[in-house]
């Protein structure tokens, strides 16, 4: 029963639309607002949601293919790092422990909010349950086991929940000129080397958004346009190289392959489209909503978004940093054949979303050198990385897909390397002392009055 209970609380909350959805309403009721206005910002929060998620299956629906026809033009084989293969193969075995860790792991990040600096809310539902997902192989595959599994897995994922959205606030503010909204996403750890590389590079660099064209090649600022025009060259290309034959049968149904390569540039230009309304429809409503969740339960809590949030204030960026991305993707495949490692190929779907990110932060930061040198740091880790994560997934380690965004990797690495070195007590207490410390610094130093405002 309990179990069932959890699970169903779980379901919930691996939908990021309800989850934020729910937030929002939370937020509205503590500000006593009109019962109107209450449900008219709750559902307007889903419906952002929902067009976001829309936006997201059209784009990736359209983006697929790209890779298949990449694969057969350059007959590669490899591992295809995917976040949502390796979490589904995963939850025959560890589906209690993910369900379990995600949901005391979301109230252990309200806990780090209230109690330290880092006034970060996680609000991207599938996220955090893939970041449970990877804790809880890391941590059983490392001998932990019942309340102690459950107790430093959701400690670990509230701590990191709170703390990536602390790393990239300062990149946030640069994107959207105030610290309104918060980044959450799991490929931060890209995305501030990104900018870090956009600070070092791009000075008197001129921004991906400030584009100088002659006057009959103005429809190119609208990205939409300029967008569509890119990627169907790089559609037409790929078609033509893994072949008529291949396309028209095993993707197009039949349907001509130069032809079928335009409509699915076409149709991905349109899945940023939609996202790009999402954005705009959630961010009307969620930060007004959120205040009053926040004054009440966290006070001066943000909201921390999943990685499309910044995509409306660079669209120029996500393309170029999509494209660098890949570019870095390819350069890494390269040197991991030279090497005689496994082969990790370069994923579309991460390449783009993780790029495109990378590319805003970088450009922010940086202007064009930013978002293109930032795009192809970010593609390098993404494959790179993945290949220093598969030693401790365990028996997953063997399996033919793996996490793909940089953080995922990240924490992996370190957890799964502390579970070689140390016992299951030391890593708890670990955990448990950086918690402490932090409660420590908070009030034992209170912030200036600038820092406060800030």
């Given amino acids: 029963m309990i179990q069932e209970i959890v699970k169903f609380i779980v379901d919930i909350l691996k939908v990021p639309a309800v989850l934020v959805g729910l937030i929002a309403m939370i937020g509205l009721l503590i ?56 979490v589904s193969m995963a939850l025959e075995q560890y589906g209690t422990a993910t369900a379990l860790i995600m949901a005391f792991g979301m109230v252990a990040n309200i806990i780090v909010a209230r109690f330290t ?18 804790i809880s192989i890391i941590l059983t595959v490392a001998g932990f086991g019942g309340w102690q599994l459950v107790f430093t897995g959701s400690l670990v994922l509230g701590l990191i929940m709170a703390f990536f959205p602390a790393l990239a606030q300062p990149h946030m503010h640069k994107i959207t000129g105030n610290s309104d909204v918060a980044f959450g996403h799991f490929g931060t750890l890209g995305y501030v080397l990104a900018g870090w590389i956009g600070q070092a590079v791009g000075k008197k660099s001129r921004s991906t958004e400030d584009m100088n064209l002659p006057k009959n090649l103005s429809f190119l600022r609208d990205s939409s346009i300029s967008i569509s025009l890119t990627m169907m060259v790089i559609y037409l290309i790929l078609a033509i190289f893994a072949g008529s034959s291949y396309v028209e049968k095993e993707l197009s149904s039949g ?20 996202i790009l309304q999402g954005v705009r429809l959630i961010l009307a409503e969620i930060v007004p909503a959120f205040t009053g969740f926040s004054e009440k339960l966290v006070p001066n809590a943000k909201p921390a978004l999943d990685c499309p949030v910044v995509f409306p204030y660079a669209p120029n960026a996500v393309l170029v940093g999509f ?3 890949f570019l870095g993707g390819l350069v890494g495949l390269f040197f991991l054949g030279q090497l005689d490692f496994v082969l990790i190929l370069p ?26 040198l930032g795009a192809f740091a970010n593609g390098l880790l993404v494959t790179f990385l993945p290949v220093l994560l598969l030693p401790v997934l365990g028996s997953l380690g063997f399996a033919n897909t ?7 990797c990240g924490i992996g690495i370190i957890l799964g390397n502390m579970a070689k070195w140390l016992n299951k007590d030391i890593i708890m207490g670990i955990f448990i002392a950086i918690f402490a410390l932090l409660v420590t610094f908070n009030y034992a130093f209170k912030p200036k009055k600038h820092q406060r405002e800030h």
């Fill in 402 to 408: 793996t996490f793909s965004d940089v953080d995922f």
């Fill in 31 to 86: 500000q006593r607002k009109p019962f109107a206005d209450t449900i008219k910002g709750t559902i307007k929060t889903i419906l952002g949601f929902l067009v976001l998620g829309g936006g997201a299956t059209v784009l990736i629906s359209a983006i697929t293919p790209l890779g298949s026809m990449f694969e057969q033009a350059f007959k590669l084989q490899g591992i295809i790092p995917n976040n949502e293969a390796i």
């Fill in 347 to 372: 994923g579309v779907v991460p390449h783009f979303f993780c790029g495109a990110t990378a590319g805003v932060f970088g450009n922010a930061m940086g202007g064009r050198r930013g978002a293109m």
């Fill in 255 to 274: 349907e001509n392959y130069l032809v079928y390569a335009i409509i699915e540039a076409i149709t991905f230009a349109a899945g940023v489209f939609i």
């Fill in 117 to 134: 600096r880092l006034k970060f809310i996680f609000l991207t539902g599938h996220h955090t349950f893939y970041m449970a997902c990877m």
């Fill in 323 to 325: 494209l660098f991305s």
